[in-house]
């Protein structure tokens, strides 16, 4: 049983073993990045801090991507979410920081919620199946498939790195500080 800190954010086990120690700690770094972003309207997820033009919605819609990316096309082998299986990647790799000025704070809460929601069940299929030995169904060009270890420390490093950006704007829009 988690507990949980002032903010709301799951505490990840301080003596768990492997499996409980990496979901708790994704978790936590999900769960701050949320708190990063509650609560702010349209204008305060579009606030950057120059020179970067980097915003608390792209990130919203960036992470929401690399969700679907590394749990479901990835680990469970699915096609692109309907949301992103439209964009001309190519054409326009920064889509989803791009477009996210067009969306509403809730369609953008709901879009990074969804694909939490989509990979926390391809994470529990994947253990069910072979632990966190199991391998992605989809592999490189040289193709080497990671396993779920790989992409659950991977999630935790895209999460670590957003989570500071996230501080920086957060702190920018209101003066909310915090880890």
């Not at 990063?36 to 929401?64: F, I, Q």
């Not at 326009?92 to 694909?115: F, G, I, N, Y």
Request: charged letters at 25%.
């Amino acid at each position: 049983m988690s507990s949980f800190d002032e903010q709301g954010r799951p505490q990840p086990p301080s003596n768990g073993d492997e499996v409980d120690t990496i979901l708790g700690f994704l978790e936590f770094l999900r769960a701050t990045f949320a708190w990063k972003c509650s609560g702010l309207d349209a204008d305060g997820l579009r606030a950057t801090v120059p020179p970067s033009d980097m915003t608390l919605g792209g990130m919203l819609k960036h992470l929401a991507y690399v969700e679907d990316w590394w749990f479901s096309q990835w680990l469970g082998g699915n096609d692109q979410a309907a949301q992103f299986d439209s964009v001309d990647w190519d054409v326009d790799p920064q889509w989803d920081w791009r477009s996210a000025k067009d969306d509403s704070p809730e369609q953008l809460l709901m879009l990074w919620q969804d694909s939490v929601s989509r990979s926390r069940s391809l994470v529990e299929e994947a253990l069910k199946e072979g632990g966190l030995g199991t391998l992605a169904k989809r592999s490189d060009p040289s193709g080497l498939a990671s396993s779920l270890r790989w992409i659950l420390l991977h999630m935790i490093e895209e999460y670590a790195r957003h989570n500071g950006h996230a501080d920086l704007i957060r702190e920018s829009v209101d003066g909310l500080t915090g880890e």
